[in-house]
């Protein structure tokens, strides 16, 4: 089985240099053939060097793209051993990956037609399981009949999803030029409204169809059990997972209903498509109204916009940057970059762009536009150990001070005749220096209360208190001192 990691790793030479591309590109046609370094090299259209297609070649096999291979065949030295192992081929899971980011990369421009004939096919599915009874027919021809409905409607699903998706983003563009103004007024509007019509035509008899079905779905589903993922089923092999066929589960059913059929205020899939495609198609029909204005206060702008381009495009450099500023309100972006520490800033913050030196701009966000760190991360540290080490040492130092206080309140109860620890003075030390501060230099007497001890001091002129300890004689003098509990 494959990781977590690896399913989200496999994608990650997409935002790199395109140079992964190309080197993914010359194993995706090779039916899993296996290809040294060097044939890698000689198979690529670019300049690079053997040593530098090694490295991207280590790193698509790091992120799950390629793998090594294990077999070396017959050798008769070390070297050509190792020469032999170093042969690499691209994975099942790379080889998709591959397929699905050039698809969508060769697609995502492309203006993409809707295919109402798959419905048509969808109806005749529908048709045939309403013909056929549930609980007697066999196995087999339940499970072709339901391919023959979940087929069409999964490539349908697929056309006219991004079909509409297309048009909610083109509904905000305001930059056609002359082609593209002519296919939206002339084509496009035309076509989504022909469309909508032969689409709701089409879902009219859907919708009574599945109405029908829908009540058997539970017998289907148990009787129609067909394919890989029955047989490992029905073996109990839970630890492999195999993709299932649609529709061989009651909510596939549910789902394909919810794009036909309607209830009390929950539209269909097909009746919520229709309505954003109409107010796509208003919102794009007043835009282009708007771009087709002559001489109006809501005309277009593009033939200034083009003017300003072309200022841009033959000026020199310093009036480029005056164009700017004056245009947009921009001064120069030659100076911009990430954030500076102290250590690396050359000069204060509230320096103009037009005076300050060139900044520093790190790789990262000069080449590819962004800061962000890449290659793996490093594991997060488990301080449980030495957290719990911590509370324990400050659970005894907590222990430690609890019995030098007691010591303390022992030795203050009894007059201080008895002979204090090192513990139990820097507690009476802690407290007498906060009574002596109380005291100050006029009061007559100062108190503490700390941790539970309350110390008092208070002048007596010709009196001390004298306080035996391991380290020595404490003596205060023109004072009295007494420690007790605090109340």
Not at 71 to 81: A, H, I, K, L, P
Not at 127 to 155: C, I, M, Q, T, Y
Not at 339 to 345: I, K, N, R, S, V
């Amino acid at each position: 089985m494959t990781s977590p990691g690896i399913r989200t790793s496999v994608f990650a030479y997409v935002t790199e240099s395109p140079e992964y591309r190309e080197i993914l590109a010359v194993f995706a046609g090779t039916f899993f053939a296996e290809l040294t370094p060097a044939e890698v090299t000689a198979r690529l259209d670019t300049d690079l060097d053997e040593a530098t297609v090694t490295a991207r070649l280590e790193a698509l096999r790091g992120w799950g793209n390629l793998e090594v291979s294990a077999s070396v065949g017959q050798v008769g030295t070390v070297e050509d051993y190792y020469r032999r192992r170093n042969r690499y081929l691209i994975t099942r899971v790379g080889q998709e990956v591959h397929d699905l980011v050039e698809g969508v990369l060769a697609q995502v421009d492309d203006v993409r037609d809707v295919s109402l004939g798959r419905l048509d096919q969808v109806r005749a599915g529908l048709n045939l399981l309403v013909g056929l009874d549930p609980a007697s027919a066999p196995p087999n021809k339940l499970a072709e009949a339901v391919r023959a409905v979940f087929d069409p409607h999964v490539a349908f699903s697929a056309e006219i999803t991004q079909f509409f998706a297309a048009i909610n983003q083109w509904q905000s563009r305001f930059d056609l030029d002359e082609d593209e103004f002519a296919f939206f007024s002339e084509v496009l509007v035309g076509y989504v409204g022909e469309r909508l019509e032969a689409l709701r035509r089409r879902a009219r008899p859907l919708a009574a169809l599945l109405e029908t079905v829908l009540p058997r779905v539970p017998v289907i589903v148990e009787r129609a059990a067909d394919g890989l993922a029955a047989r490992v089923a029905a073996a109990g092999l839970s630890s492999v997972r195999v993709r299932r066929e649609p529709g061989a589960a009651v909510a596939d059913w549910e789902n394909l209903a919810s794009w036909f059929v309607g209830g009390v205020g929950r539209p269909s899939r097909i009746q919520v498509l229709e309505r954003d495609a109409v107010d796509a198609v208003r919102t794009l029909t007043q835009n282009l109204t708007r771009l087709s204005r002559t001489g109006t206060a809501g005309a277009s702008r593009r033939a200034d916009y083009l003017r300003l381009a072309l200022f841009f495009d033959r000026g020199d450099p310093s009036s480029v940057h005056e164009l700017a500023a004056a245009a947009f309100g921009l001064a120069g972006a030659r100076h911009l970059g990430g954030a500076g520490g102290d250590d690396t800033d050359p000069v204060d913050a509230s320096v103009s762009w037009w005076e300050a030196p060139t900044a520093q701009v790190p790789i990262s966000l000069r080449e590819r536009g962004d800061a962000t760190s890449r290659g793996r991360t490093s594991r997060v540290q488990d301080r449980s150990q030495e957290r719990r080490h911590l509370l324990a040492r400050r659970a005894e130092a907590e222990k430690r001070a609890a019995a030098a206080r007691a010591e303390l309140l022992e030795a203050g109860a009894e007059g201080f005749t008895a002979r204090l620890s090192e513990p139990a003075l820097r507690e009476l030390q802690r407290v007498l220096a906060r009574a002596v501060a109380d005291l100050g230099p006029s009061a007559g007497s100062g108190a503490v209360v700390l941790d539970g001890v309350r110390c008092a001091v208070a002048r007596a002129p010709g009196t001390s208190t004298t306080v035996p300890t391991h380290a020595g004689a404490l003596r205060v003098r023109d004072l009295t001192l007494t420690v007790e509990p605090a109340p």
